[in-house]
């Protein structure tokens, strides 16, 4: 192997002695992500077989979309392994983004209020919020927002929250993955004690989980521990690299109904949308999922202890629990950024001979660097790499179709540098 990774890659023997070390170090880690890999590839399956999947649901329907029992039938997949009343999984929803604007929009009514008990939410939510005036925000249509930041360890201000709840809130939005923010991601249990502390206060707020690069993490899901509505992407971890666009929605059967008015239109709902030929794609890429989750977890894991060992502040740091798979690597230098960009991209299926360079990005006030070589264009659960050009110059990556790819993409980021003489691999 040191051979073939030598010559086929050129990866340094002091590279990979090191990768093995450090492997043999988070063996138990890696074990766990493949337990909990098991138990929701068996979840997945039995949902598969308690729907009678058969080859009728690969195929797809034109036109309107009446009587899609493909469609019908996957909504109902992904109720079941979700444990909700109902679900949409449609590639008429364009993002996670989209999702989500969806389940709020579909829900909140002119005088209702909005609350964020976990502070800023996603970067793309503030346009649809209206905390950056756009047109056709909540906040145009009379939807007001409220925030609640987390304190500084990172957890609840329940006091404030408390405050925050009163005879307008509606809905409250929380989201599990960290994204691009500083504060820690929320593991189930957590969100958990949230939404029952929130539910105690009122009853019948609808609680709403931003559950974008959650899925098959753990062995739960927000649904299981109270949520009333969570949304998310197909091009991250449920499309399981397989989905070439859409998203999902599931929850309580009158708002998922709510959100699939506002997705196609009042009266129609759920009952049209064309899947165009999807619906065997969406069928393999979740039943993928689980697996591919997993080696995307791993691959963040694995990439937090050599980065760690090499003196790099990692967030999460390589033992704590996970919800997502999201990593960061604070590399500290420009030069240390592009490097690990250009490790990712050189051990990339497509594009691998492309080398990244920092550039302007619209809504960014420094230059950002990007690495992804994709099947499915901007898909997140794909090894994919990106970063600021500022201090403290953090490469956000996530993904890996299959672990032995992620791993060789961070031994490619290694050895990029060490070949820079960015990092010394003595002892
Ligand atoms: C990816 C993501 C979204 C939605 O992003 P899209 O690019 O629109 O799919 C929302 N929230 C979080 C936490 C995400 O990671």
Redesign the pocket.
């Known amino acids: 192997m040191k051979e073939y990774l030598k010559t086929a890659f050129g990866v340094d023997d002091k590279v990979t002695s090191f990768c093995d070390d450090v492997l043999s170090e988070i063996s138990d880690r890696l074990k766990n992500a493949d337990e909990n890999a098991e138990y929701n590839q068996l979840k997945v399956l039995a949902a598969f077989q308690k729907e009678k999947i058969s080859a009728e649901h690969l195929t797809g329907s034109t036109g309107y979309g009446y009587d899609d029992a493909g469609r019908d039938t996957l909504e109902k997949v992904y109720a079941d392994i979700f444990e909700t009343e109902d679900a949409l999984v449609r590639p008429q929803i364009v993002?996670?983004?989209?999702a989500?604007n969806l389940a709020l929009s579909g829900n909140l009514r002119p005088g209702d209020e909005l609350m964020s008990p976990v502070g800023k939410p996603?970067d793309?939510m503030d346009e649809i919020i209206g905390i950056r005036d756009c047109s056709g925000s909540l906040k145009e249509y009379g939807v007001s927002y409220r925030q609640v930041d987390l304190l500084e360890d990172g957890t609840f201000d329940y006091e404030n929250i408390r405050k925050a709840i009163n005879e307008k809130t509606k809905m409250v939005t929380i989201?599990r993955?960290k994204?691009y923010a500083v504060r820690p991601s929320l593991i189930l249990d957590r969100i958990g004690e949230l939404i029952s502390f929130i539910k105690k206060i009122k009853p019948d707020v609808i609680c709403m989980v931003?559950n974008?690069?959650g899925e098959f993490v753990e062995r739960k899901e927000p649904t299981q521990v109270g949520a009333d509505i969570i949304a998310g992407?197909l091009?991250?971890n449920p499309g399981g690299g397989i989905a070439p666009c859409g998203g999902y929605i599931a929850g309580r059967k009158d708002l998922v109904e709510n959100a699939a008015y506002r997705l196609t239109s009042p009266g129609l709902g759920k009952e049209v949308g064309a899947t165009l030929g999807v619906n065997e794609k969406f069928y393999q890429g979740l039943f993928l999922s689980p697996v591919v989750t997993a080696s995307a977890l791993k691959t963040a894991v694995f990439a937090a202890a050599v980065y760690e060992k090499l003196g790099f502040e990692c967030v999460p740091d390589s033992r704590s629990e996970r919800t997502d798979i999201i990593q960061a690597v604070e590399l500290k230098t420009p030069e240390g950024l592009l490097a690990f960009c250009e490790g990712i991209q050189a051990a990339a299926p497509v594009d691998s001979y492309v080398r990244p360079v920092a550039d302007d990005m619209p809504g960014y006030d420094s230059k950002v660097v990007m690495a992804a070589g994709a099947f499915v264009q901007g898909s997140?659960i794909e090894l994919s790499a990106d970063g600021p050009m500022r201090e403290p110059y953090a490469a956000y990556f996530q993904g890996g179709l299959t672990w032995p790819h992620g791993k060789l993409g961070i031994m490619k980021s290694i050895q990029c540098l060490y070949e820079k003489g960015l990092i010394s691999l003595q002892g």
């Open positions: 993002s996670g983004t989209h989500i996603y793309t989201q993955s994204g931003d974008c690069y992407s091009i991250k997140s």
